[in-house]
């Protein structure tokens, strides 16, 4: 089994910065894409941003110079810089991984529980 476990959240003033890291584990044997989303109350649930195992990078226009994605495959962990954080980013954000489980033959995505980013202003 794979679990990732989303960290770093909270509350922060617009304007602020948060780290959010995301870290899996289980039954591992490789990782292609990683990624972040998030969802605010009664909306979908939206890419922030995705990293693939090579390291190309891929952000809406929202997030755009704003968030950066990065990873350590040596960590299994993915991170997700966030700066200039405004009141619209408030949501509960979710981590997403692309898992081949150890003698698996396909890959399956897995979600974190999600963390909660509250921007305030």
């Known amino acids: 089994q794979v679990q990732l476990v989303e960290s770093g959240g909270g509350l922060v003033q617009a304007g602020g910065s948060l780290r959010l890291s995301c870290a899996a584990s289980g039954s591992i044997f490789s990782i292609n894409a990683m990624a972040w989303y998030r969802q605010a109350p009664g909306k979908q649930r939206d890419l922030v941003a995705r990293?693939?195992?090579?390291?190309?990078?891929n952000y809406p226009d929202s997030v755009k110079g704003r968030f950066t994605i990065s990873r350590d495959n040596a960590k299994n962990t993915v991170y997700l810089q966030m700066n200039s954080l405004k009141p619209e980013d408030t949501a509960v954000y979710y981590c997403?991984?692309?898992?081949?489980?150890?003698?698996?033959?396909?890959?399956?995505?897995?979600w974190g529980q999600g963390t909660q980013v509250t921007v305030s202003s």
């Open positions: 997403n991984a692309d898992v081949l489980i150890t003698y698996g033959s396909s890959y399956w995505s897995f």
């Open positions: 990293i693939t195992s090579g390291g190309t990078t």
